[in-house]
C-alpha cells in the first residue's frame, strides 16, 4: 500500500523473514528503508498494527525532520508529549486504511464541500457522516 506524507510517497509492504536485513536484532517486526521510502513489515507477525505504528513514526519523525541518528539528541518528556500529539491522526489514518478500515465522523455539512450531498439529510436524506476528518464535526469550542 502506498501513502503519502509532507509530499513524498512511501510504500508498505509484508514480507518473508529473509527480506527483513536489519543487523539490530533478529526479532525485528518492522523495519524503515529512509532511501527506498517504504515500511517492511514481517508477514504474518503477530503484532502488526502495533508495528506498522512504531514504524509509522520513524517516518513521521524523518519526514519533519527529527534527525534519529543523532546519539547527542534527547528528547524530554514535552518533546514525546508533542510527538504524540501531532503525529496521532496521520498515524491512524495510514493503519486505518492498512487494515480496511474506514473511520466515520458526523458530517459538518457547511465544512464539507467535496460532497454533492445528494443524499445528505440537509435534503432529506439519510446520510450524517462522513469519512473524511476535515469535514468531521466538532465541539463548538474547537476550531
Given at each position: 500500500m502506498k501513502f503519502e506524507i509532507n509530499n513524498t510517497e512511501w510504500e508498505i509492504e509484508e514480507v518473508e523473514k529473509d527480506k527483513m536485513t536489519c543487523k539490530s536484532s533478529e526479532?525485528?517486526?518492522?523495519?524503515?528503508?529512509?532511501?527506498?521510502?517504504?515500511?517492511?513489515?514481517?508477514?504474518?507477525?503477530?503484532?502488526?498494527?502495533?508495528?506498522?505504528?512504531?514504524?509509522?513514526?520513524h517516518v513521521w519523525l524523518y519526514e519533519y525532520g527529527h534527525n534519529q541518528h543523532n546519539e547527542n539528541k534527547k528528547y524530554d518528556y514535552e518533546d514525546v508529549c508533542e510527538i504524540v500529539a501531532s503525529s496521532n491522526d496521520f498515524i491512524n489514518e495510514v493503519v486505518n486504511h492498512y487494515?480496511?478500515?474506514?473511520?466515520?465522523?458526523?458530517?459538518?455539512?457547511?465544512?464539507?464541500?467535496?460532497?454533492?450531498?445528494?443524499?445528505c439529510h440537509i435534503n432529506g436524506g439519510e446520510c450524517m457522516m462522513t469519512d473524511n476528518i476535515k469535514y468531521a464535526k466538532r465541539r463548538a469550542n474547537e476550531y
Open positions: 526479532w525485528t517486526m518492522g523495519l524503515t528503508v529512509y532511501m527506498e521510502q517504504k515500511i517492511l513489515l514481517l508477514k504474518g507477525q503477530p503484532n502488526m498494527e502495533r508495528t506498522l505504528k512504531h514504524e509509522l513514526t487494515l480496511g478500515i474506514k473511520s466515520l465522523y458526523s458530517c459538518d455539512t457547511d465544512k464539507n464541500t467535496e460532497c454533492n450531498k445528494k443524499y
